[in-house]
């Protein structure tokens, strides 16, 4: 597979942050030119959210970017009519809006909408590639700026929550994990402003903790969470109080897996 390095549409300064960790800018530039859609799969707080926002700027395509929940519906997608000043208006919504102007529709967490939404994501998901409106008998063609991208968290999948495969199997798809240590640690470094000499033992404390998942504790550490505490430290708070309100705390409620926690990172970082 090519690697050839995607077209940047917008000045570097504007474009968010993002570090490779394979070829994903690639595929994704590829996926666009072929008007293909892309499903980004891993844990939270891996990355999946700003590489699209990296991708949208390097492309110069808007982004109009979803946070999927358990009360969201199709309509929310596609719009719905109403009453302004007396009169019944139809107002499009965030999908119907990006198939008619163009760029990224990005449904984050796509699994936690309603199962109706993804009735709504097939014929954007084939060569059909157009948005039925049925309640105001409109057929929108994508145009070739269009992209549909969705993620979601494997970790979090049930039998009630997860991609049937008609419509995994729409999509090309990019797993994500978390960065090599020393790529994470140059991330964290500059996002956060704190040297990466300070940074590197937090990162391997992430790394320890990570290693418990399924074990202890439901999901690890996140990138976002080592960025939250280097920020703090940064900003001089103490390591040892940083580290418990970023990298413990948020991960569980009960007494004893957070004592073992803290003993963790007592012999990491502290």
């Known amino acids: 597979m090519t690697t050839a390095r995607p077209v940047l549409a917008t000045p570097l300064r504007d474009v968010p942050f993002y570090t490779p ?18 499903l980004l799969k891993g844990p939270t707080g891996c990355g999946k959210t700003r590489f699209v926002a ?16 358990d ?15 007396g009169d019944t208006v139809w107002t499009d919504g965030p999908l119907t809006r990006a198939v008619r102007e163009g760029g990224i529709c990005y449904l984050d967490e796509v699994v936690e909408a309603r ?38 968290n494997p970790g979090y999948q049930s039998l009630l929550k997860t991609l049937k495969p008609s419509t995994r199997q729409r999509f090309v798809a990019l797993e994500f994990g978390f960065l090599p240590p020393e790529q994470e640690i140059a991330v964290v470094a500059a996002e956060s402003g704190l040297p990466a000499g300070r940074v590197a033992p937090l990162v391997t404390l992430a790394g320890r903790l990570r290693a418990l998942k399924g074990q202890d504790l439901e ?33 569980t409620d009960e007494p004893e897996v957070k004592a073992a926690l803290v003993e963790v990172a007592g012999a990491v970082v502290v």
């Open 219 to 251: 999901e690890g550490v996140s990138t976002r969470l080592v960025v939250y505490c280097a920020s703090l430290i940064a900003a001089g708070m103490p390591v040892r109080e940083a580290v418990l309100s970023t990298m413990i705390e948020p991960l």
């Open 115 to 152: 199962k109706d939404v993804a009735v709504v994501l097939h014929p954007l998901t084939d060569d059909r590639r157009v948005l039925p409106l049925e309640r105001t008998g409109e057929l929108l063609e994508a145009p070739d700026g269009f992209m549909l991208v969705v993620s979601y």
């Open 21 to 38: 960790a394979r070829n994903e800018c690639a595929l994704f530039e590829l996926a666009w030119r072929r008007k293909l859609p892309l």
């Open 71 to 85: 009360d969201l519906t199709a309509a929310d997608l596609t719009g719905r009519y109403l009453l302004k000043g």
């Open 54 to 69: 990296h991708m949208a700027a390097r492309l110069g395509l808007p982004l109009h970017t979803v946070s999927c929940h």
